[in-house]
């Protein structure tokens, strides 16, 4: 496996539901991310992980809980989420520290569904 | 939140024409990146800029960054369906701050 990968693909859940999901990065990047992507927004950020601490939390009701066991994994549990939590959830890394460069490199998502 | 616009929201243009694509903030940024994003499919990164004024060029994208760092531009020359996706800026308010403010996103379809 190359690059950032995220299972899983889509997943139907509903509110009383718990799931997890769960991403990894084989690019040897320090810095991981969750956002979330919804119809007619901008890309929200959610999490933000810097060698496995978290360094960002923008404000994500507790029902989302993010988990860094290592720089390599990142995962996010959900748990009696809303049908408004419906959206795609991406998973990012980088090599953070890295002077200027500070671009993201991007899982393919998975597409939440709430009912 | 610093908010990046880009405009336009949605274009449909036909295959071969040329385009381009704004993206502006009142905030200064200490680098800019470019993203397309296909259906399905995470953004994929096409480039970073850095320097005020600074132009690259990636076959038949030219990308801008301005002179205040505060805006940029995609240019694409002779589009071609596979053009076609939602094309998403993001800036970088400092140097090594891991956390990026993307934009509002254009969505850009190319017609045979």
């Known amino acids: 496996e190359t690059g950032v990968t995220q299972t899983p693909r889509h997943l139907v859940m509903g509110m009383t539901n718990k799931k997890s999901l769960k991403c990894e990065q084989h690019?040897?990047?320090?810095?991981m991310y969750w956002y979330k992507q919804s119809a007619k927004k901008p890309l929200e950020l959610m999490f933000v992980?810097?060698?496995?601490?978290?360094?960002e939390n923008n404000s994500v009701p507790s029902r989302f809980s993010p988990e860094c066991p290592n720089s390599s994994h990142l995962f996010l549990h959900l748990h009696t989420l809303q049908p408004e939590d419906s959206a795609l959830y991406l998973c990012?890394?980088?090599?953070?520290?890295?002077?200027?460069?500070?671009?993201?490199?991007f899982g393919p998502g998975t597409r939440l569904t709430v009912l | 939140t610093q908010l990046l616009e880009q405009s336009p929201q949605f274009l449909s243009i036909q295959e071969g024409e040329n385009l381009t694509v704004y993206c502006n903030s009142s905030?200064?940024?200490?680098?800019l990146q470019w993203y397309r994003q296909e259906p399905g499919e995470g953004p994929v990164l096409l480039v970073t800029?850095?320097?005020?004024?600074e132009v690259k060029k990636l076959k038949r994208l030219t990308f801008q960054f301005g002179d205040a760092r505060k805006d940029s531009s995609l240019h694409i020359t002779a589009a071609q369906p596979g053009d076609t996706g939602l094309y998403l800026c993001?800036?970088?308010?400092?140097?090594?701050?891991?956390?990026?403010?993307f934009g509002t996103g254009t969505r850009l379809t190319i017609i045979p």
């Open positions: 990012a890394s980088s090599q953070a520290r890295d002077s200027r460069r500070v671009a993201q490199y």
């Open positions: 690019l040897g990047h320090n810095a």
């Open positions: 992980y810097n060698f496995k601490e978290q360094t």
């Open positions: 905030s200064v940024f200490s680098s």
């Open positions: 800029v850095v320097t005020g004024g």
């Open positions: 993001a800036g970088a308010l400092s140097f090594g701050n891991e956390k990026l403010t």
